[in-house]
């Protein structure tokens, strides 16, 4: 598949320099010493590709459901659907979110993975590490074709805190999606270890796929190689597929 990103010297490609090192390029503004001195160079190791020309990724075409959630939705498996309905059924809600509002909740959920499995110690990083990121506003590095958003499942809880900041809502699940001309792809993406069972992954994840298909010059979503987790892809109906990038 040959996707056209429109790279020009104004921009930074977030998704490509973030499935290339994702410890590196995963914030615009904790990384900007790397955008800076160190991208340019990253970008002739992806001219023609993405990432690697024999890796399959993990795509949903849009053109395969004409750009209507509707159709993706109806082909969703009956448990996927189920799963998304108990979510619904305890109160959680999907939104855009500023991310520097919601750092202990980030952490909290970071530290519910560990829980189970040992995570990479970048996600046990204090509140304070991740302060100052970019989100909810257009960076000097953006334009109306590429950009990143944050998305987010909450549940109201009145008075509920984030350090200084009421929010009166508890962020339980998170995803970073950037967005390159024709192509989205799944940054940052987790959920609290203590709430799978109520199927906040599942609407997590066909929510932004949902928020991405309103964008008409999307042409496909990328969550990472195929080879990686293909069971849990499949059932959101992610395809293994070879990308071509056209900067």
């Known amino acids: 598949m040959r ?7 104004d921009i930074k490609l ?18 900007k010493e790397a955008f800076e001195q160190e991208y340019p160079n990253l970008i002739p190791k992806i001219n023609g590709s993405f990432h690697n020309p024999n890796l399959k990724m993990a795509v949903i075409k849009f053109d ?18 189920r799963d998304i309905k108990i979510s619904e059924k305890h109160k959680f809600y999907f939104k855009k979110f500023n991310f520097n509002n919601y750092l202990q909740d980030f952490c909290e ?6 829980e189970r499995r040992n995570v990479n110690p970048w996600y046990l ?27 987010g499942l909450f549940k109201f809880l009145k008075h509920y805190r984030q350090g200084d900041v009421i929010t009166n809502e508890k962020l339980f699940a998170y995803c970073k999606l950037a967005v390159e001309g024709e192509l989205a792809t799944i940054h940052l993406i987790w959920a609290h270890n203590n709430f799978l069972n109520k199927g906040i992954m599942f609407r997590l994840l066909t929510s932004v796929i949902e928020e ?5 010059n999307i042409k496909c979503l990328v ?3 195929y080879q990686q987790y293909p069971t849990w892809k499949s059932r959101m109906l992610f395809k293994p597929e070879p990308i071509e990038i056209i900067l």
Do not use: T
């Open 3 to 9: 996707i056209r990103v429109y790279n020009s010297d």
């Open 14 to 31: 977030q998704g490509l320099a973030y499935y290339n090192d994702c410890y590196k390029y995963w914030d615009l503004n904790h990384c």
């Open 64 to 81: 395969e459901y004409e750009h209507d959630f509707k159709n993706y939705y109806q082909n969703l498996p009956n448990k996927v659907k």
């Open 109 to 114: 959920i970071n530290r519910s993975q560990n």
């Open 125 to 151: 990083n204090s509140p304070e590490f991740f302060k100052n990121s970019h989100s909810g506003y257009r960076h000097e590095w953006e334009d109306d074709l590429h950009y990143s958003q944050w998305y």
């Open 212 to 216: 991405a298909m309103k964008n008409k």
């Open 223 to 225: 969550y990472h190689a």
